[in-house]
């Protein structure tokens, strides 16, 4: 079944440790660009220091076969990260 606006998905990403022990730096590369920031490991599938792993985003819109999806904690990029479907797991 395809994800719908509401929906909590998992996105692959990249971790590394932080300043803070409950904090993580996070990468995610898709079609639409590179995504960085700072989340809370509670977000993240695997709560890894550094590592692949998946971080947890809602989809909130659909638009011509891609989806956009919020992802937690702090950013100076975009507020939202464009991704096709088969970019979740």
């Known amino acids: 079944m395809a994800p719908e606006p509401g929906d909590t998905v998992w996105i692959p990403c990249e971790v590394r440790s932080s300043a803070f022990a409950d904090e993580r ?3 995610i590369e898709s ?3 590179r995504w ?13 220091v550094d590592g692949t792993t998946a971080i947890r985003a809602t989809i909130v819109g ?3 076969g891609k989806l956009a ?3 937690p904690g702090q950013t ?11 970019l979740l797991t």
Not at 39 to 44: A, G, I, K, M, T
Not at 76 to 86: K, P
């Open 25 to 27: 730096r996070v990468n």
């Open 31 to 33: 079609p639409a660009g």
């Open 36 to 48: 960085a920031g700072i989340v809370d490991v509670r977000q993240l599938r695997d709560e890894i």
């Open 62 to 64: 659909m638009a011509h």
């Open 69 to 71: 999806a919020r992802l």
């Open 76 to 86: 100076r990029y975009r507020e939202y990260l464009s991704v096709t479907e088969t």
